[in-house]
């Protein structure tokens, strides 16, 4: 199975070489949209490159990807000088004349379509394409621009037992469509969309959306804290790309195996959800309980995502999106405890701190959280009676930590 992905994303490098020349000629002539297209190209070889074993593809699709309109034609041909070589190194080893048709378009051809327009392909290469209504079909949608690696994560999970029916879609708003409209029983989804921040697709889906089936982030994204914001945003597991065919159909059975609804706990750097059954996490004290928590940050998603945690706890959270409204909730009600920005608009952190302990003589604990970490910085807010500082990007396990540390003293 691995010899044939391979071959098929070679043959797919094959024919997005005769596309660069065409797009970098547009580009050339002024073109407008040119430039977009290149840069969506070179996002796709970004993001493919190094699951398929060529890294210096991932690396120079990167580069294209980010270069300015100056650089861009450079940078993009320096990319394809790469792809060529590859194919060609892998036709001269393995001996494989380029076919005239690739797996990918196969695969298409013998597609079905759903209602939404999506493709949506037949378990198991070779089967004939079965009934969208099937009801004993595992449903699965896969959401990544990238078609050919689409099918690759297609073709992994094609292994799992029983039949599957796919449906394919390559950005944000055909997700959404789809989501709406056909039941899954498992999402795979990149972060690296063309329309949309995966975040906000994941945020969508489960708490817009409210829809429980088991999803999965396979993104090129290694950060921990983008790792641990999905988790909290709730993606059930979190891959990052190049990722381990054995390993992620492993670990996509487990998820699909569980039959006992589960509350998630706090996430830890490696992604790895801990679990807790309902019941033994109604019997465990939450110092949160009841507790009221503004938090002061101009940050929408951030701060959704702080007060969604907070709320799982059984907070009573108020949101400020700027420093003038973080001061008009301080004088008319009460706070157990204020998380704090600094680069708002409005009015920043520091003068809110500085209000706060000062007209208003308030002693809530306050935990300020900002990327701003020089030693003048720290020194202000401790000076300005700040109880914690912590500094961005931060994991959302320490900040949660912290907040129970604090009212928990208290």
Known sequence: MQEQLLNQYIDSLNSKVGRIDSLL??????NSKAGDNIRLLAHTLHGSG???GFPEISEAGKNAELADNE???AKLLELKGIMETVV?????????????????????????VTDSGSLVDSAVAGKKPQSVKSNSALRILIVDDDREFSHSIRNVLGE???EQVFTLVENGVKAQEAVVKNPYDLIVMDLLLPDIDGRELIEQIKREFRIVTPLLVLSSLQSDSVRVECMGLGADKYFTKPYYADVLLQETSKLLKRKVAKKLSLVPLDGEAVEEDDDDAISKPSYLAGKSILVAEDDKMQAALIQQRLEQEGALVKHAANGREAMQFLRSQEFSLLILDVKM???DGFEVLQRTRGELSLELPII????????DDIVRGYDLGVTDYILKPYSEVQLFARVKSLLKSQ
Do not use: I, W, Y
């Open 88 to 112: 060609t190194n892998h036709r001269g080893n393995t001996g494989v004349a380029s076919s005239k048709t690739s797996d990918a378009e196969q695969d298409v051809a013998n597609a079905v």
């Open 71 to 73: 650089s861009l034609p």
């Open 368 to 375: 300020m959280v900002t990327a701003m970490g020089s030693e």
């Open 160 to 162: 799992l037992p029983g």
């Open 345 to 347: 608009p409005v009015m």
């Open 50 to 52: 190094a699951s398929f």
């Open 25 to 30: 000629q547009k580009f050339n002539e002024g």
